[in-house]
């Protein structure tokens, strides 16, 4: 039986209609993989998923990440629950996961536990509509351009004073080089962007920061955007080779905390 499906916005994310049980028996998830590249962000919402649904999903979907209990990691910025806290706070300037990797990991769930009573709403860009609706002599600058990705630089962003022994783990993270137009195995073409992009290769660094700058701003045009304005057991999934995302500063003491599974690449970055 194919899932319903109600298209939020015309070039990004929709929201399907399904519970936890069908989700986690895996049937649909061909058809959730293809409709993931297509439309970037998928929604259920209120399904309230257990930890043991939610990873059954996942792996439906791919190779789940060994992060946190059993693949389900907490996102949460208060420090008891999650000691890497302090990195978290970059997710609230536009990002792709793992682009300080070798390659992006292909895509993530979110289940909200708990939520803020300000903040917290989390926006998506399209980047495989952005680059699709880029002007023709745009797209033929810009594709073969090599990108430096940096942890270092986008933690610079929460804290640009570290002490020694901050920027020594920051900088034990090697930057990475990537395209700045990802081809995927599909043919489609996605840019990758984002706050570790530092600067691009071969080029003047004020010009590339320019540029790198401008493509940012293209890409997170309102046509481009879905914003998800988060209700307790809300699952969302999106394609993280596809969409950049940023979440909305929250207040530690309000204790928001999402349960997320992280699905391992499928795809070389070319």
Request: charged share 25%; aromatic share 8%.
């Amino acid at each position: 039986m194919a899932l319903d499906k109600i298209d939020l916005t015309p070039r990004i994310a929709t929201e399907l209609k399904a519970d936890a049980a069908t989700l986690a028996s895996g049937e649909h998830g061909a058809e959730i993989r293809e409709l993931l590249e297509q439309r970037g962000v998928l929604i259920v919402r209120g399904i309230h998923m257990t930890n043991e649904q939610q990873l059954a999903f996942s792996h439906s979907l791919g190779k789940v990440q060994p992060q946190g209990e059993g693949g389900v990691f907490k996102i949460t910025i208060d420090p008891d629950v999650n000691p890497g806290a302090e990195y978290i706070k970059g997710a609230f300037f536009w990002h792709i996961d793992g682009a300080s990797d070798d390659v992006p990991n292909f895509a993530a769930t979110l289940n909200a536990q708990s939520l803020s009573k300000t903040g917290g709403s989390t926006h998506f860009a399209n980047t495989y509509a952005a680059w699709d609706d880029l002007p023709e002599e745009d797209k033929q600058r810009y594709d073969g351009l090599k990108v430096v990705h940096s942890f270092e630089i986008s933690q610079r962003y929460v804290n640009p004073e570290p002490n020694s022994r901050e920027l020594e783990y920051w900088q034990h993270r090697t930057p990475k080089v990537h395209p700045l137009v990802w081809t995927h195995a599909s043919g489609r073409k996605s840019l990758v962007l984002g706050s570790t992009a530092h600067y691009i290769e071969g080029m003047d660094q004020a010009e590339g920061r320019m540029i790198l700058n401008r493509l940012r701003e293209w890409a997170t045009q309102p046509q481009f955007v879905y914003t998800h304005h988060w209700t307790e057991g809300d699952l969302l999934i999106w394609d993280n080779t596809g969409t950049m995302h940023r979440v909305d500063v929250y207040p530690l003491e309000e204790n928001r905390l999402m349960h997320r599974t992280t699905i391992e690449a499928q795809e070389e970055l070319v």
